[in-house]
């Protein structure tokens, strides 16, 4: 399961919590991961994955998704992933919460 493999590598090299799913009383700043979708051909997989990042102001915001975008460079030193694709990277600032928060979405080769 990429997620897994996604937040265990996040996990290793970032120094905020990785989560899978909303959890409340997280304090700011956090990585959220959200798989948007996914497809397999030929026994390889590919899957979409938005990771976000929520910090306490958007400067924070952004500052950590650059983080996670370095972070992501290195993936493919994990076993079966054989690529990391930035497919895009933006302000995805929760209008309704408020909450500050950057996303970048990125293509995953794996096996």
Known sequence: MIELILK???DSV???PVLLEHKTGVTVPYILLDKTGGS????LKKATVAIQSYGTSLYNAAKLNED???AMDG???VENVGGAHLNGSYNFTDTETKNYRYQ????INYL
């Open 8 to 10: 265990q590598y996040l």
């Open 14 to 16: 970032l120094d905020v």
């Open 40 to 43: 397999e051909s030929n026994h």
């Open 68 to 70: 996670v975008i370095r």
């Open 75 to 77: 993936l493919t030193t």
């Open 104 to 107: 970048a979405v990125y293509d």
